[in-house]
């Protein structure tokens, strides 16, 4: 099956700092979402982008279908963007089910 | 807003007891997922459903069954609860519409 990485595993951030999130996938992709999961663990939609970039708010997302990768950036972050951040892919011919990265835990610190 | 309900926040139920979640989505998808993460291992499909009354196993189906009676709504089903069933349980919904797939708020289950 199709194979998600996601790094940094792991990422310490002092408010306001910025950073990249990155997300590669080993095959060809109908779709790709980025989640956000928040401390009672619900996943929380932040894009639909199976292509192209996006924006909402101080977050932003791209993705190069071509070549096999997305990235999430966060401008000025804030505490409350902590949680766990995850890519999940799509294939139509999977039968539109959804195959997840292994996240990146993001901590902001005030 | 796409709504995807699930029945319990928390759960605590005994080894070897038959145990339900549900999970109501309110978009008229057609597709419905049941996901568990767990540390280390992250989100494992363990059923999906792309239509009433069909299912399709996932990567992780064993001690586990589905039913899907009715399009807005998807139940999963241990048989028989054991220990290593212990976990966050997601169920989520996709189809025509807004695009992407909507998830639930989650069930943490414990199997004491």
């Known amino acids: 099956g199709i194979q998600v990485e996601q790094s940094p595993p792991d990422l310490i951030l002092q408010e306001g700092a910025n950073s990249t999130l990155r997300c590669n996938f080993s095959?060809?992709?109908?779709?790709l979402q980025w989640f956000h999961q928040n401390p009672w663990g619900q996943l929380i939609n932040l894009f639909y982008i199976p292509s192209g970039t996006k924006q909402n708010g101080r977050l932003s997302a791209t993705t190069v279908a071509t070549e096999r990768y997305s990235l999430l950036y966060i401008s000025s972050s804030q505490t409350t963007d902590s949680g766990v951040y995850f890519c999940a892919v799509e294939r139509r011919a999977a039968g539109n089910k959804l195959t997840f990265g292994g996240g990146t835990r993001v901590l902001v610190k005030p | 807003d796409v709504k995807v309900t699930q029945s319990s926040r928390y759960l605590v139920k005994r080894t070897g007891e038959k145990v339900f979640l549900e999970c109501v989505q309110d978009m008229d998808h057609e597709n419905m997922f049941w996901y568990r993460q767990d540390p280390g291992l992250g989100l494992r499909l363990i059923y999906f459903s792309y239509d009433v009354k069909m299912k399709e196993k996932g990567d992780i189906p064993e001690g586990y069954s589905v039913s899907r009676e009715k399009k807005e709504r998807f139940s999963l089903i241990l048989e028989s609860a054991s220990t290593n069933q212990t976990s966050m349980y997601l169920c989520a919904s996709s189809g025509a519409g807004i695009p992407g797939a909507f998830f639930g708020q989650g069930t943490r289950l414990t199997v004491v």
């Open positions: 095959d060809s992709v109908n779709n």
